[in-house]
């Protein structure tokens, strides 16, 4: 089955006349938060005590790219890290796909990382900073739970808590995706982050981002730097690149689940056939008529035969 053809550059401009930049994607996710800008820095603050519940006095950004221990270990590469109120460790994620299904895995990854990253070399145990991994993730990690944000600590199998030393935090956009139900004076300060998120590049969103901004100084200055980001060309490519390769990856996903549905129903289909030559065997039936009806060779037969036995 051949993978529809992505839109051409031109097809893209086109269909995103009127329209703003997608906070959704990597590039832009990283821009609006990291600009040297009084707009870019409230953005992040009001972002980060939205989803943190606690004010946050002082944001020091940090290297995304982490130091390698050993040769041969995986690169470390953060979307955007920051240090706040001078020594708590923070790591922004926005995840696009969830790649066969092991996002569990990568934000436990990334979690290790963060705080080794903010544990000085001689320092002491009772000293270790709090670190904070926030994923925003443009799909359903958790399909058991309509909470669209979740917060994880190290707990006991009964929910006891060990430590709050390192905190995980998931924002699950696409089950606040629903435009018409919104009375965004009942929603927390993390889920109107949600909602800017999804629909803040979106013709139908703008009457929904305007009562935003006026709950939300941060949301305000969040779509002016969006609105900014927005008129240089040089941006658009890079969002149209990004879309391409996330479109790329998920054709490649769904072939190769394809290719895996195809290759069970070949061995079932061979593993039927043994079956049936077996029990024409065992009914006295002749090697060639079984051979001629099925294509099962004597010799196939015969080793199906010993196992059984």
Partial sequence: MKSKKFMTYRQFRNRKKGVTLDPCLDWTFKSLFTMNTPESKSALKSFLEAVLCRRVSNIVLHLNELPVEAEGEKQPEFDITCILDEREGVNI????????????????????????????????????????????????YDDSSRKAVSHYTMKTADGRELSSRLNVYFLE??????????????LTRAERWIKFFLYANKKEGRNLIKKLSEL??????????????????????????????????????????????????????????????????????????IEKCTGVTKEQILQKQNKAD
């Fill in 93 to 140: 994620e926005m995840q696009g796909v969830n790649c066969q299904n092991s996002y569990d895995k990568r934000a436990e990854y990334n979690a290790a990382h963060l705080m080794n990253h903010f544990i000085s070399k001689g320092s002491e145990w009772k000293d270790v900073p709090k670190c904070f991994q926030i994923s925003v993730l443009n799909f359903i």
């Fill in 173 to 186: 956009l696409p089950k606040l995706k629903n435009i018409r139900d919104t009375n965004v004076e009942r």
């Fill in 216 to 289: 939300e100084e941060g949301i305000m200055q969040a779509k002016r730097v969006l609105d900014f980001l927005s008129e240089d060309e040089l941006n658009w490519q890079r969002e149209w690149a990004e879309m391409k390769r996330v479109n790329d990856e998920l054709t490649m996903l769904g072939a190769s689940r394809r290719e895996g549905i195809k290759e069970g129903i070949k061995q079932g289909l061979a593993q039927g056939k043994l079956e049936s030559a077996l029990n024409f065997y065992q009914s006295g039936v002749s090697f060639d008529v």
